[in-house]
């Protein structure tokens, strides 16, 4: 079958005939109806040195935001109907820590000691013609259109969990809510925060096709530029807000958000920018604001995400490609000239 490979840090994937994989114990075959482009996945390729981190080391078959249909099942496999449609939860521990067993995988106690940190990120993943994944993993789409609902498993698993946590600074009149980066998840979260809570949701990009989406899903917008902050601040009534997102997390981005910050708010950092710091001093912080960081989210947390795709509360906005097309998905992604989300279609739109 073919595949888009991992082959090397600082190297361009390749796109290669590998064997068709068969299911072990407790592990599902499912013939990928959509698999994600992650701007984790160009970190993966296109920055991370040899030795930064070795479950990342090639080769393997790239992809950990996928959606497919049970094609077969691995000894002792139950629950998982042939022919249905599913969405895969990415991350993979041990199974058996208490992280683990909470569904919490991304904070697995004995991370270290696994070789892989899921699938796709050292495992093989969704960007081929099928891909293997615990039954554990697997929510049910129903009849949701899997194609679409791809992104989900991180594009919108990963702003839903940042904005669970900070639920509590929203509950309340007159509260607002910054998104810092209009990408993949940042017009998801937008989305998901129009969903959960009556903020007013300010969105800020330097592109203005993506404060236009934004705009779109309800969102105030302010561009990126010298007076940014005072645009958001004059929004808030001074205050600032009482809880941002950074989907971006280089050093000026994370700088933009606790200069937003309102005093006792919430600043989570969930993207994974470059290598760039930001200083923290306490004269220029806003007194008790918490300054967080998350990774992904729990698998009970994407069973709640399915809900509100199925509710229409959430909508990834997609672009398709061909598994053919699939590496030039990834040079305009590295480009910069994805708009939301591209999602590989290894068998075609149905």
């Known amino acids: 079958m073919k595949a888009v490979r991992h082959v090397g840090y600082k190297t361009f994937p390749e796109l290669k005939d590998i064997e068709k994989p068969t299911p072990g114990p ?30 990342m080391d090639p080769e393997f078959t790239l992809g950990h935001e996928n959606s497919g249909w049970a094609e077969e099942l691995g000894e002792g496999v139950k629950g998982i109907e042939i022919g249905a449609a599913y969405l895969v939860y990415g991350p993979v521990g041990c199974g058996v820590c208490r992280a683990c067993t909470r569904g919490q995988d991304t904070y697995c106690e004995n991370a270290a000691d696994m070789p892989y940190s899921g699938v796709g990120l050292g495992l093989d993943g969704g960007m081929a013609e099928y891909v293997i994944a615990p ?21 919108g698993l990963t702003p839903y969990h940042a ?43 330097m592109k203005p096709e993506a404060m236009a989406a934004a705009e779109e899903l309800g969102a105030v917008t302010v561009p990126g530029g010298e007076d ?22 280089v050093g000026a981005t994370v700088k933009t958000a606790m200069q937003s910050a309102a005093v006792q708010g919430r600043v989570t950092i969930v ?4 290598l760039s710091t930001y200083d923290w001093a306490f004269m220029t912080t806003p007194y ?26 959430i909508k990834p906005q997609v672009t398709t490609y061909s598994l053919d097309d699939a590496l030039e998905a990834y040079q305009a992604l590295v480009d910069g000239k994805i708009a939301g989300r591209a999602v590989i279609v290894p068998h075609g739109e149905k």
């Open 135 to 155: 039954a554990r993993n697997l929510i049910p789409l129903g009849d949701a259109d899997p194609i679409n609902a791809a992104p989900l498993s991180d594009a």
């Open 288 to 313: 008790e604001a918490e300054l967080v960081n998350t990774y992904w989210g729990t698998v009970e947390e994407l069973h709640e995400v399915v809900d509100m795709y199925k509710a229409g509360q």
């Open 228 to 249: 940014q902050v005072a645009k958001i601040r004059e929004i808030t009534g001074g205050k600032g807000a009482d809880a941002v997102f950074d989907f971006v997390g």
């Open 26 to 55: 407790g592990e599902v075959l499912l013939k990928v109806a959509g698999a994600g482009a992650c701007h984790s996945d160009v970190a993966v390729f296109n920055e991370f040195e040899e030795g930064l981190n070795p479950k």
């Open 163 to 205: 904005i669970k946590l900070a639920l509590p600074h929203l509950n309340g009149g007159g509260k607002t809510a910054l998104v810092i980066g209009l990408g993949g998840l940042g017009l998801v979260g937008v989305q998901i925060l129009k969903a959960l809570t009556g903020a007013t949701v300010i969105a800020t990009d």
């Open 271 to 274: 993207g994974i920018g470059d």
